[in-house]
């Protein structure tokens, strides 16, 4: 079993930067495609970012696209979320998922088998 755990949110003003990562345990995620979600109040969890397991293929929501880059580091146990010219609608609690299906970057949160418990990140204006 995979366990998860996010660091890197913060508190911040719009147009800076912030990385997010994921680091696992308890498994290698070189075997699974990972993603980043994130849930504002009241919102439902939307997909951000996902990469496959080689880290050959990766996915961006719309609305980051341009500004956040997934990355990982497999030999560290680690997923990045680099995420450039915040803007207050990026304020949320961000997840890290691992999905099974390593040549994935699907952007349904029903695909991933494990999550982490979440990283706040705020964005003032």
């Known amino acids: 079993q995979v366990q998860l755990v996010e660091s890197g949110g913060g508190l911040v003003q719009t147009g800076v930067s912030l990385r997010l990562s994921c680091a696992a345990s308890?498994?290698?995620?070189?075997?699974?495609?990972m993603g980043w979600f994130r849930q504002a109040p009241g919102k439902e969890r939307e997909f951000v970012a996902a990469?496959?397991?080689?880290?050959?293929?990766?996915s961006y929501a719309d609305s980051v696209k341009g500004r956040f880059t997934i990355s990982r580091d497999n030999a560290k146990n680690t997923v990045y979320l680099q995420m450039d010219s915040l803007k207050p609608e990026d304020t949320a609690l961000y997840y890290c998922a691992a999905n099974a299906a390593p040549l994935s970057t699907s952007r349904d949160l029903k695909r991933y088998n494990y999550w982490g418990q979440g990283t706040q990140v705020t964005v003032s204006s």
């Open positions: 990469i496959s397991a080689g880290g050959g293929t990766t």
């Open positions: 308890g498994g290698t995620i070189s075997a699974y495609a």
